[in-house]
């Protein structure tokens, strides 16, 4: 709390302890709550899944994929759409941010889903 004190005014004692020693802090911010434990499988497969998945659209982009056809990726039903051709330093980027963003919300329940969930974030960022 501020407070605000002007010139030979006194000071306002009981609100300022009142403040200090009655209130209830103030609930913790992202920033600084702790992080939950992930398992110590999590980050290794993430790393392998979207390594599998940058393989298989450079694969399919090596083979010939024309902008427009779905790319499929192994194990994952849908497929991604590549409308333009992406290079492999745009699709490490987006896979560094994606690894950072699950990162900091992780979630042994997201492990069969993971591939999917990239594929979905690299059809929306490749627009």
């Given at each position: 709390p501020l407070f605000t004190v002007h010139g030979e005014e006194p000071l306002p004692l009981a609100a300022i302890r009142a403040a200090l020693f009655?209130?209830?802090?103030p609930p913790p911010h992202r920033a600084t709550r702790s992080q939950p434990l992930q398992s110590s499988s999590f980050l290794h497969h993430l790393d392998r899944v979207t390594q599998e998945v940058l393989a298989a659209v450079m694969a399919a982009q090596r083979s010939g994929a024309q902008p427009g056809e779905v790319v499929c990726v192994p194990g994952v039903a849908e497929g991604l759409v590549l409308n333009r051709p992406v290079s492999m330093a745009e699709l490490s980027r987006l896979r560094r941010q994606?690894?950072?963003y699950t990162k900091?919300?992780?979630s042994d329940e997201n492990l069969p889903q993971l591939a999917s969930m990239f594929l979905q974030y690299l059809s929306r960022s490749i627009q």
């Open positions: 009655e209130s209830a802090p994606f690894i950072s900091m919300q992780p």
